[in-house]
């Protein structure tokens, strides 16, 4: 090869190099949230032949009204502090349909801020304490005995250091069973169907904003 066009691929690669090990670093801010997964276990086995439709106990039931069916974990995102970050995540899972209002839909759904308009279905939130945001990630236009998969991605804002909180909410108890058996391809326990209903978070993308 010519040593001018040696040296201009050299250059190239070193660049992609350097490119690739910065996004790679900026991604290291979300790890809070990378791989997170949102679970609602079933408390009995996944039957042979379940029934469509089927109502299930959720493992998560207790005595407690406090604790009863949910569940609440708090991590602290990296990064600046004063620094904000677009995160893109890639949402997947097998859940049932729940509805919000007052807030924003964006996509079939993920829904941005608002509030829970049903008092017996699953809920999946993660909430930002700044800027101050919550996001649900079930959203239907309607409730009823179905299940389904999700896959898609959606975009958030964080600041460095900032608080997240992920909050689950069965509210009384029960939940739809995986009666289909989906399995989402490439995410834990495929190719196995999860008995019960999973969300898992990953993120793609951290870029900082300007």
Do not use: W
Not at 15 to 26: G, K, M
Not at 57 to 63: F, G, H, K, L
Not at 93 to 112: A, S
Not at 169 to 195: S, W
């Amino acid at each position: 090869m010519h040593p001018l066009r040696l040296a201009s691929a050299l250059l190239v690669a070193a660049l992609l190099a350097t490119s690739t090990h910065a996004a790679d670093d900026l991604k290291k801010v979300a790890a809070a949230i990378d791989g997170y997964r949102f679970e609602f276990p079933c408390k009995d086995p996944m039957p042979e032949n379940p029934k469509p439709g089927a109502d299930g106990i959720s493992a998560r039931m207790t005595d407690n009204p406090e604790t009863n069916d949910k569940f609440t974990d708090v991590k602290t995102f990296g990064g600046e502090a004063g620094k904000r970050y677009k995160v893109t995540l890639r949402v997947r899972g097998v859940v049932e349909p729940m509805m919000y209002k007052d807030g924003i839909k964006e996509g079939e759904r993920f829904y941005i801020g608002g509030v829970p308009n049903n008092k017996t279905y699953n809920i999946y939130q993660l909430s930002v304490s700044s800027p101050v945001a919550h996001f649900f990630f079930n959203r239907d236009d309607k409730v009823g005995h179905r299940i389904f998969t999700i896959d898609y991605t959606a975009s958030i804002i964080v600041e460095g250091g900032a608080t997240l909180t992920f909050h689950g909410d069965g509210q009384n108890g029960h939940m739809i069973t995986n009666f289909e058996k989906l399995v989402v391809p490439d995410v834990a326990p495929a190719p196995k169907p999860f008995n019960g209903q999973f969300i898992q978070l990953d993120v793609t993308d951290v870029t900082e904003v300007k």
